[in-house]
């Protein structure tokens, strides 16, 4: 099962979260992309990039389990095979620009040993830091960066290509998912007319005070 992503793993490349393009004067969405390239991971909120690596995994064989939102304990997909005695797990990080670091690493690593498991899989859409793609190598971390999936997804079949950029760009894939509630968050301006925000749709609901920066607003 590790080795469906050992194979195509790429070389380590030199942290902030993925931002979702600026809504300016309404629902401006960025253009799905009508093949893949690294764009499709600057289009899509944080989501649909772990909904695309479990199709990635399913795609392959393997029977995948995860969670649409609250607290996962640093595992955001589990994977089953019969040809291993012991699942595998995975940790997506929808980031951008800044690499993945050490950090991030090492507290994965104690998610695999809190578990008593020696394999696990790190995949991020942005790249990692040297020292974070050392640490993975050697504790039997799989580091997947950007260029590493695109790798791994040019393997498929057109028609798996396909089929994993409809998962994508499902849906509203710009608009950022509630971390907490499972939702999609929604353009929210301050009464006092201040810098507009991505805000929890269920807010006033059940008390959820969600809220994240839109790209391009300071």
């Avoid at 040993?113 to 830091?129: P, R, V, W």
């Avoid at 290509?161 to 301050?190: F, H, I, N």
Wanted: glycine letters at 10%; aromatic letters at 10%; charged letters at 25%.
């Amino acid at each position: 099962m590790a080795g469906f992503w050992r194979r195509s793993a790429a070389e380590p490349q030199n942290e902030e979260p993925a931002k979702t393009k600026a809504i300016e004067g309404g629902d401006a969405r960025p253009q799905p992309q009508a093949g893949w390239s690294p764009q499709v991971f600057d289009d899509i909120e944080w989501r649909r990039f772990e909904a695309l690596c479990e199709a990635l995994f399913a795609q392959a064989g393997v029977r995948t389990e995860s969670q649409s939102h609250g607290a996962d304990g640093g595992i955001d997909i589990w994977l089953y095979s019969a040809n291993s005695p012991k699942p595998m797990i995975v940790q997506c990080k929808h980031w951008r620009s800044k690499p993945v670091g050490v950090q991030q690493m090492r507290e994965f690593f104690g998610v695999l040993k809190s578990h008593d498991l020696q394999y696990g899989t790190f995949a991020t859409s942005s790249t990692f830091t040297s020292d974070a793609a050392t640490f993975a190598k050697s504790n039997g971390i799989n580091a997947q960066d950007r260029h590493g999936l695109l790798q791994l997804i040019s393997r498929r079949t057109p028609e798996q290509q396909a089929s994993l950029l409809a998962v994508a760009y499902e849906g509203d894939y710009w608009r950022p998912t509630c971390v907490k509630c499972g939702v999609k968050m929604v353009e929210r301006t301050p009464k006092d007319g201040g810098t507009p925000f991505w805000g929890c749709s269920n807010f006033g609901k059940l008390r959820c005070m969600n809220k994240m920066q839109m790209a391009g607003k300071r």
